[in-house]
């Protein structure tokens, strides 16, 4: 079940050849994967929900003025309640890049959802390029503060359904390198089906490199393929989706992905 694919396309070589890059087909486990589309599940219609009660009180809408792609992006900022008292702000773009693609930002870590800290950052801090990012801040901070080694974490929310211009296709996302607010580690984690991600170096028009991501799977980049490489989501036909069609989710979603970057 767990491999990676390359398409037989004239660019047949792995991605992970690329320096910096980690393919882990098998990050979290069947079970942990089940809790974590339910919890996914679940903050997408919190988000819904609040995005429509906004949408009812014609509330603004804001220019975004620090993201990733040449087009101008628009977003709604939402306040979702958690229980124990606790409130998530967001930045949340209805459409983000290519119709069909939903993304929503949380910065910082007091607005990281709880199940993202427990299942995802919990063990994605054992990572090598986690702990490499952990020291460098560690070395940088003086004498008085070096106890303070907490990561910064950043966390963004993609949704892929159907296209409103063509439902059989399944939205993808265009070239591009994460914000540096980011952080120094992109990582992303794929639930529900696979997907094709392609990777290009910086400057060049056609991608080199392409890798799949399967559900389960964590594709991390630091270093080289961090800064100087370009990478994107293709669009697909639902009849790619080989069965992975699951019970808990609405007809119109296809994948999800769940992006974490740390500084």
Request: glycine content about 4%; overall charge neutral.
């Amino acid at each position: 079940m767990w491999q990676i694919f390359t398409p037989l396309r004239r660019f047949s070589t792995q991605a992970t050849k690329i320096p910096g890059l980690k393919f882990i087909p098998n990050f979290a486990n069947i079970e942990t994967q089940k809790v974590l589309l339910l919890e996914s599940l679940s903050l997408q219609r919190a988000i819904s929900e609040n995005a429509k009660d906004k949408q009812s009180k014609k509330t603004q809408t804001y220019l975004s003025k620090q993201h990733n792609l040449k087009s101008d992006e628009r977003y709604k900022l939402l306040h979702l309640s958690y229980p124990n008292n606790l409130t998530l702000d967001c930045q949340h773009f209805e459409q983000y890049g290519e119709d069909g693609h939903q993304l929503t930002y949380f910065f910082g870590n007091k607005n990281i959802p709880p199940f993202v800290k427990s299942r995802l950052i919990s063990e994605m801090e054992q990572l090598d390029e986690v702990k490499a990012v952990r020291e460098e801040k560690f070395q940088k901070a003086s004498q008085d503060h070096k106890q303070m080694e907490e990561l910064n974490w950043n966390f963004t929310f993609n949704i892929y359904g159907k296209q409103n211009t063509n439902p059989n296709l399944v939205a993808g996302f265009p070239f591009h390198i994460d914000v540096a607010s980011n952080g120094q580690v992109t990582a992303i984690f794929t639930l529900i089906s696979d997907a094709t991600l392609e990777m290009r170096k910086k400057g060049e028009t056609e991608a080199s490199h392409s890798i799949q991501l399967t559900p389960g799977s964590l594709f991390l980049l630091s270093g080289e393929s961090r800064w100087d490489w370009e990478h994107r989501v293709l669009p697909k036909n639902l009849q790619e989706n080989n069965g992975s069609e699951n019970d808990h989710c609405p007809h119109d979603l296809s994948r999800i992905s769940l992006v974490l970057g740390c500084l």
